[in-house]
């Protein structure tokens, strides 16, 4: 799965270019509305770029280029190998 140019932006961390788009994660049906989220994912912007990282922040949740490349260092520390193919990675436990 890979994350559409047009509506990603790109951010680079530590010499490495990545791109990055945010969106909106659909409440369940009996999901309070305070509880719902974004999902930011990341993906290495090459030409044939790999396994993307996902990240589910708070609704509201403030998302900048900084916010963005210390998720993305956080995923890089925890084990997410973007360049290798496979599924989605997810980052548990985040924090900023």
Same mark, same amino acid.
């Given at each position: 799965? !890979?994350?559409?140019? $047009?509506?990603s932006?790109? #951010?680079? #961390?530590?010499?490495?270019?990545?791109?990055?788009?945010?969106?909106?994660? &659909?409440p369940? /049906?009996? @999901?309070?509305?305070?509880?719902?989220?974004?999902?930011?994912?990341?993906?290495?912007? &090459?030409? $044939? /770029?790999?396994? #993307?990282? @996902?990240?589910?922040?708070?609704?509201?949740?403030?998302? !900048?280029?900084?916010? #963005?490349r210390?998720?993305?260092? @956080? !995923?890089?520390?925890?084990?997410? $190998? /973007?360049?290798?193919? !496979?599924? &989605?990675?997810?980052? &548990?436990?985040?924090?900023?």
């Open positions: 799965m !890979g994350i559409p140019r $047009k509506h932006r790109p #951010v680079e #961390v530590d010499g490495q270019k990545f791109r990055y788009m945010i969106g909106e994660v &659909a369940g /049906p009996n @999901q309070p509305l305070d509880e719902r989220e974004i999902k930011l994912t990341a993906q290495e912007d &090459a030409e $044939k /770029p790999g396994r #993307v990282l @996902q990240v589910l922040l708070p609704y509201g949740f403030s998302v !900048g280029p900084e916010q #963005v210390s998720l993305i260092r @956080q !995923g890089l520390k925890d084990g997410w $190998k /973007p360049s290798e193919r !496979g599924a &989605a990675y997810n980052l &548990a436990g985040y924090t900023l």
